[in-house]
């Protein structure tokens, strides 16, 4: 019988915990490390990771991978970038519970509005067979290629207990007494926490249920929470208006204090007009000056989006007219956006965008389709405008209708545009490194992708922070604050999620719009390449070759 079932042989050690790396081996067994440094022994397998770093697996904090591991166990192209585990329910959403096909159609109305995931696709791919959150899980669990952290969301929470009333009015005790049994038993199922938001809206353009939310009844949940012992308590704060995010901010301590518990809020970003995100910082500091836990979540590559007609758009959000289209099947579009009468509304709306439609004169024209729209590509819509007199509006109805509704339009380097901002965001002690959105969106653009990014950007090109605490803010410093405590970091006990990848090569792509998602959708990829070995729990997930076919990913 064999010492190990793998040795990972002469890599630079990095272990999660910021400390300088070291040249070493590491022995895996049974799905945990076993042995590190000088590994002697027999073994089943062996890796030569001379001249690669060997890390523990990254841990993305903030997707909506939910319904996609109801048909995709590896929550692809997660373990691509290194991943190997990943936090799902953000954002006060969850697939669960649910109550009948009535509760299950207005989850999937919400994730179609907030999280840019069709109808066809859960109609194609989540069978929604569960109810509670512990058979969600369970549902998920069998075959699991990658490590899930979920949290349960509020809205879904509310949505359950109260019906309709959930997005009329505060909760009664007893409503509330019925959520925190709930929130309990997800606990004690496996769940990592609740999410909740203070800015999402619905499919009828109204506020989502977790913001008819008193303070009293999120102090209950977090309570609930925290009798599991462990807990995060996550939100997306009312980011348009800075005084909202503020006072969000200042609830998040006082959810914390209350509860003992530690909160999150994504996005902290940088703007033109705030690059060091000053004002949140100092309200974050503010909190833990008075103790309470609550940290930010910082992604590290610009915040660029791509827009067309034919998809989904949160650019378009503010503009009701245009929603309304946008919000018709793909097909009915077509009609209403050639309608004269229509146009000549929709033209004159746009005139007075504003919130994030504001953004919409400084889109760029990406991939166009046919012949006469070649002559757009690269140039940007307030240019054009201004070189045919004409207006916005018409601008982008022009090039999208001769394209079918298929030009793609691009925001670039505007949020989070500033890398060096950027930088120092991401050092900060009081931000995590996260808000990737990955799965959601994926007609806009691709969250997965940003641990890469930062090894090749922040480390390698621009040298703004190392190696070692580069890898500590994707692995060690996560696990510790959101309770991930048996993973992480490299150490002998601890879960054998381990990355293998070459410091010098690492790299991530441009996006790719593909057509591998069920229900007829489509989605923006990011591959990457450097990445010898995933190993997840112990068992090879991915290589140079690609997927192994492993099932070793738990709930964690």
């Not at 940088?270 to 103790?291: C, F, M, Q, T, Y």
């Not at 018709?328 to 000549?344: H, V």
Request: hydrophobic share 40%; aromatic share 8%; proline share 4%.
């Amino acid at each position: 019988m064999s010492d190990f079932n793998f040795i990972i042989r002469n890599g630079q050690l990095v272990d999660g915990t910021g400390a300088q790396g070291w040249q070493g081996d590491l022995g895996i067994s049974a799905g945990k490390i076993t042995a590190m440094g000088d590994v002697r022994g027999t073994c089943d397998k062996e890796l030569d990771a001379k001249g690669q770093v060997v890390a523990p697996g990254f841990i993305d904090i903030h997707t909506h991978f939910d319904p996609q591991l109801c048909w995709d166990k590896y929550a692809t192209p997660s373990i691509e970038h290194g991943i190997t585990t990943v936090v799902t329910g953000n954002c006060s959403l969850s697939l669960a519970p649910i109550r009948g096909r009535q509760g299950a159609d207005k989850i999937v109305s919400m994730f179609g509005v907030i999280e840019d995931i069709k109808k066809k696709t859960f109609d194609a791919a989540v069978p929604f067979t569960w109810e509670s959150f512990p058979e969600y899980l369970d549902h998920i669990r069998p075959a699991l290629g990658i490590n899930v952290g979920a949290l349960i969301g509020h809205s879904a929470i509310r949505l359950y207990v109260m019906g309709e009333a959930s997005q009329e009015r505060v909760a009664t005790t007893d409503e509330i007494a019925q959520m925190c049994t709930i929130v309990e038993e997800a606990m004690a199922a496996g769940a990592l926490g609740v999410s909740s938001s203070y800015v999402d809206i619905d499919e009828k353009g109204r506020p989502v249920p977790s913001q008819y939310a008193d303070l009293n009844e999120k102090i209950s949940l977090a309570k609930a929470m925290a009798k599991s012992g462990r807990g995060i308590w996550q939100i997306v704060p009312f980011f348009p208006d800075i005084k909202r995010e503020l006072e969000n901010i200042r609830e998040l301590g006082e959810i914390s204090l209350a509860a003992g518990v530690t909160c999150s809020l994504q996005p902290v970003i940088s703007s033109p007009g705030s690059p060091n995100a000053k004002e949140v910082i100092d309200a974050l500091e503010a909190e833990h000056a008075r103790g309470a836990r609550v940290y930010g979540q910082v992604m590290p590559r610009c915040f660029d989006m791509n827009m067309r007609l034919s998809e989904t758009s949160m650019l378009l959000f503010s503009l009701p007219r245009w929603k309304a289209i946008m919000d018709l099947p793909a097909e009915q579009r077509l009609a209403k956006f050639t309608d004269a009468k229509e146009r000549e509304a929709l033209i004159e709306e746009m005139k007075s965008a504003g919130g994030m439609s504001a953004a919409l004169p400084m889109l760029t024209v990406g991939t166009t389709y046919c012949e006469e729209n070649k002559k757009y590509t690269g140039r940007s819509l307030m240019e054009i405008a201004q070189t045919e007199e004409k207006t916005l509006g018409e601008v982008i109805l022009d090039i999208s209708v001769a394209d079918n509704l298929e030009t793609e339009f691009q925001l670039k380097n505007v949020i989070n545009a500033n890398k060096a901002a950027v930088a120092e965001l991401i050092n900060h002690p009081l931000c995590h490194f996260g808000a990737s959105d990955a799965g959601a969106h994926i007609t806009q653009f691709c969250g997965t992708g940003d641990t890469t990014h930062l090894l090749e950007h922040y480390v390698r090109e621009t040298g703004h922070m190392t190696l070692e605490r580069g890898v500590h803010r994707m692995t060690g410093e996560v696990a510790a604050d959101w309770g991930l405590h048996d993973r992480g970091t490299l150490e002998v006990g601890k879960a054998a999620d381990v990355v293998v990848f070459d410091p010098d090569t690492v790299s991530v792509s441009a996006e790719e719009f593909v057509n591998d998602f069920p229900g007829e959708a489509r989605r923006y990829i990011r591959k990457a390449q450097g990445f010898a070995a995933v190993f997840v729990n112990g068992e090879l997930a991915y290589t140079q070759s690609g997927y192994t076919g492993s099932s070793s990913g738990r709930i964690v």
